[in-house]
T-cell receptor, first 115, second 112 residues
């Protein structure tokens, strides 16, 4: 059973297109995230939702729009794709435990290539 | 203040050797310091984590050493194995925050 699953795993698309990545978690967690990992492997948080409510919104172009239909799903829609959007996008989830820290569970990533 | 600085960027170790990866932070509000391990083609996975009330935490061959006064923490991998070859990320968060700040990663290669 995959805990955090995201689709598609690979996506090659042309500049200017609009695309979506879907994510689902079956861990019962309240919080979900989108992280971006660039070609240098740097992991940067983009968005976080807690119980369908946006709680973290880093400096991300507004071409990127997350949507959380319920707490088990967090989708990422990207408009007008640019070459610089090429990266691996990781969905993740966690159940925040204040006393023990925030263990984040990552999906396997969606490899987006914009040509 | 939100940064976590990680070094080295890459590390090559012989099988059986000790791998050491270091991280430093500025934000004194950070109170949770996990290490994540990422294999090629996979997402990062929690390896081991520490809170600042202890100076060391060991799990098998993996040990975190934490120096609160220096604002530094490090990952030691004893008896390194080729299967440990991966990218390792340190991270930090504060006050039960959902926001985890990651270091830039260290690519570890363990030669057989």
């Amino acid at each position: 059973d995959t805990a955090v699953s995201q689709t598609p795993k690979y996506l090659v698309t042309q500049m200017g297109n609009d695309k979506s990545i879907k994510c689902e978690q079956n861990l019962g967690h309240d919080t979900m995230y989108w992280y971006k990992q660039d070609s240098k492997k740097f992991l940067k948080i983009m968005f976080s939702y807690n119980n369908k409510e946006l709680i973290i919104n880093e400096t991300v172009p507004n071409r990127f729009s997350p949507k959380s239909p319920d707490k088990a799903h967090l989708n990422l829609h990207i408009n007008s794709l640019e070459l610089g959007d090429s990266a691996v996008y990781f969905c993740a989830s966690s159940q925040l435990q204040v006393t023990s820290g925030n263990t984040i569970y990552f999906g396997e990533g969606s490899w987006l290539t914009v040509v | 203040q939100q940064q976590v600085k990680q070094s080295p960027q890459s590390l090559i170790v012989q099988k059986g050797g000790i791998s050491i990866i270091n991280c430093a932070y500025e934000n004194t509000a950070f109170d949770y310091f996990p290490w994540y391990q990422q294999f090629p083609g996979k997402g990062p996975a929690l390896l081991i984590a520490i809170r600042p009330d202890v100076s060391e935490k060991k799990e098998g061959r993996f040990t975190i050493s934490f120096n609160k006064s220096a604002k530094q923490f490090s990952l030691h991998i004893m008896d390194s194995q080729p299967g440990d070859s991966a990218t390792y990320f340190c991270a930090a968060s504060s006050g039960g925050s959902e926001k985890l700040v990651f270091g830039k990663g260290t690519k570890l290669t363990v030669n057989p």
